[in-house]
Structures are given as structure tokens and as C-alpha cells.
């Protein structure tokens, strides 16, 4: 099998240096540039600025950051640590609103912490240092098992489209929506793969065109507003998106624009099929109404980070970062337990269950 820049970690714990490495993907794809982060400052910055991004990716970057931070704390006193930890966990949670990993990832690692209370703090950092490298470990299986479900679903030389970067660049391998694409290639399947470049920061072009060119794919990327065409005209036989946020109804929060790709996908009777690690479902919000969504500033429009207008100056901008994909738009939510229909709450409910009895 070819080697590409992927055989490198997208987001990893750098054991010797007690570095967060990553790829800084605001580089891509003209630089590859590793960047090891040991100060939390700089790893707030790197999820807020989209050095590292995309849901699962984004967690394990704030797992292994909130290890971090408090792995050279002097003290014996659990009462201290506790709090300090806190006050990290807190402050990696503030850096981006909308993919519920960061605060999946966050809380799994602050109740290492709250269940251990009564044992010391050397235990307790080691207990953190091994969830962290567990919830990144984790990540590989659930992706490689999205994908296995989610190849069940097309045929060998099927036309398949994206939006976004739902893949190994947003997680650790494989990614959400990619991971079908991987196995494919893996088994000879020869998909064709049509990917959204993904306006305003062209994740789509950038990233995912990149990722899957690299292993060797048949990528054709198209502009945001070309996707009905490419529909009209038949070359596509379904599509996967990955997400950030999944409601108990199933309304989807994933990359702004993916709810009009999913609405022009129904009209033409094309399957749209959510990749969704059961760690992106948030049974507390029971529709998509109540999952905040991320604004962010009016440069990424207006010049798209390159510095070079492409709008007038003083223009009003409106920049969402995600939208919400209403349930009814969606054929099937595939987990790592296999795919959920509608009703999705029920069929949620019964997944947690498998997930709680393995
Ligand atoms: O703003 P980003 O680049 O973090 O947005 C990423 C997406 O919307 C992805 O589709 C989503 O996080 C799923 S990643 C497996």
C-alpha cells in the first residue's frame, strides 16, 4: 500500500517531548508543518484557529491538552489538583461551542479525576495520561467500524460525495464520512468521489481533496453550488457527511451548507448517510434547535485568511460555521454499533445500550 503524508498522526501525544503534536492544517495543503504544543495557551489557539479541527479530532486534542496541563503540577493534595484541573478543563471547553467531543472528551477525563479523589495525585495523573491515549486509540477502532458499516451500503465503483473534511484530518484515522472511502480503496472498490470545496475556509479543497488524492483516490472536487449537478446528472449514489453535534431526534449539526447538500440530495432521491461516532450524540438536546451554533469573524468571508479582499470593505457579513440537517433530510445515522433510523431517539436508546452491555 502507498505511503502518504497521512501514515503521519493527525493529532497525537508527543510522550518524550510532553508535546500535543499535530499537523497545522491551516497549512494545508501547500505546507506540511508539525507543530508540538506543550502550552495549553497554544492549544486553546490551535482548536480555536483550526490548526486542529473537525469533532473527533478536536477531542482528543483537548484530552490529551487537559493531561497536559496538569502533569507538572507540584503538589500532594488532591483538593489543589482537582481544582487546577478544573480551571483546564474549563478553559479547553471554551475554545469552540459546537462539536460536543470537546466536552465528551473533557468530561470522560474530569471523571478520572472525580471518581479517584481519595487516591494520590502521581495515580491520578497516570489514570489521566492512560484515558487520554485511550480516547485517541478509541477513535481508530470507531472510525475503521463507521466504515465498515457504511461500505456496506454502496457498490464497488459507486459515485460518492462529501462535504467538508470528515476525514482522517478530523479525526485520527480514517475519519467519519472518509472511512468508507478508505476501506474502499483498501478493497479495490474504485469509488468516485466528488468533494464540496466547503466555503468560507475550504476544508473540502483543502483538506479532504488532499487526504483522499494522497492515498491514491479518483477525487473530483467541485465548487459548494455545483453539487445539484453533479447530482442531476447522475454521478452520484450517495452521500456521507460527517458531524458535530447529533440531537436525540437526529437533526444534525455538521459543516454550514451541509443541509442544503442534504435537502438537493433528497430532491434527486439520493441517499445522505451521517457518520456519527456515538461520542458526536447528544441525548440531552432533543432537537437540533438547541445546539449552539458557532458564529465566527467576517475575514474568514471576506478573505478567506489569504489577506486579499474579495469583497468590499465595510460589506455585512453573516458567518455561521455549522448548520443544523433537520432528521427527516437524513437516510441513516451510522455509529460504530451500527446504523440508527428514524425514529432516532429509539434507535439511539438502543444503541447506548449495546455501547453500555460490550
Ligand atoms: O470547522 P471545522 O473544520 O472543525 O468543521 C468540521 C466539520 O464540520 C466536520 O464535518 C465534522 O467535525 C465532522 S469530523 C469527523
Not at 508535546?19 to 494545508?28: K, R
Not at 483522499?212 to 483516490?217: C, E
Not at 460504530?336 to 428514524?342: F, I, P, R
Request: some cysteine; glycine content about 8%; hydrophobic content about 40%.
Amino acid at each position: 500500500m502507498k505511503k502518504t503524508i497521512l501514515d503521519c498522526d493527525t493529532v497525537a501525544l508527543d510522550e518524550e517531548n510532553g508535546a500535543l503534536v499535530i499537523i497545522d492544517q491551516t497549512q494545508l495543503p501547500t505546507r506540511i508543518e508539525l507543530k508540538f504544543l506543550t502550552d495549553i495557551e497554544d492549544i486553546w489557539e490551535a482548536i480555536y484557529l483550526l490548526k486542529v479541527r473537525g469533532a473527533p479530532a478536536i477531542g482528543v486534542a483537548a484530552a490529551i491538552g487537559v493531561y497536559l496541563a496538569v502533569k507538572d503540577l507540584q503538589t500532594d493534595s488532591m483538593e489543589v489538583f482537582s481544582k487546577k484541573f478544573k480551571k483546564a478543563k474549563d478553559y479547553l471547553a471554551s475554545s469552540r461551542p459546537t462539536a460536543v467531543n470537546l466536552f465528551w472528551a473533557l468530561d470522560r477525563m474530569e471523571a478520572v479525576v472525580t471518581g479517584h479523589m481519595q487516591c494520590g495525585v502521581g495515580e491520578v495523573k497516570e489514570l489521566l495520561h492512560r484515558e487520554a491515549v485511550n480516547i485517541r486509540s478509541e477513535d481508530i477502532q470507531v472510525c475503521r467500524r463507521i466504515g465498515e458499516y457504511a461500505l456496506e451500503l454502496v457498490k464497488p465503483g459507486a459515485g460518492l460525495l462529501t462535504h467538508c473534511n470528515a476525514g482522517q484530518l478530523a479525526a485520527v484515522k480514517y475519519g467519519t464520512a472518509t472511512a468508507p472511502m478508505y476501506l474502499g480503496q483498501e478493497r479495490g472498490y474504485g469509488f468516485r468521489i466528488y468533494v464540496d470545496e466547503t466555503r468560507p475556509l475550504l476544508q473540502g479543497a483543502r483538506l479532504t481533496a488532499f487526504e483522499l488524492q494522497a492515498a491514491g483516490m479518483d477525487v473530483t472536487l467541485i465548487c459548494d453550488n455545483m453539487s445539484g449537478a453533479v447530482m442531476k446528472k447522475g454521478l452520484v449514489d450517495a452521500v456521507f457527511v460527517g458531524c458535530d453535534r447529533v440531537a436525540a431526534n437526529g437533526d444534525t449539526a455538521n459543516k454550514i451548507g451541509t443541509s442544503v447538500v442534504a435537502a438537493v440530495a433528497k430532491y434527486y432521491g439520493i441517499p445522505l448517510y451521517v457518520c456519527a461516532p456515538t461520542s458526536t450524540i447528544d441525548m440531552s438536546l432533543p432537537t437540533g434547535d438547541k445546539i449552539p451554533i458557532e458564529e465566527r469573524s467576517d475575514d474568514e468571508v471576506t478573505e478567506m485568511w489569504y489577506e486579499k479582499r474579495m469583497a468590499p470593505a465595510g460589506v455585512k457579513v453573516y458567518n455561521p460555521c455549522f448548520d443544523v440537517t433537520d432528521h427527516g433530510l437524513i437516510s441513516g445515522i451510522i455509529t460504530e454499533y451500527g446504523m440508527a433510523k428514524a425514529p432516532y431517539e429509539e434507535a439511539f436508546r438502543e444503541i447506548f445500550r449495546e455501547k453500555l452491555n460490550k
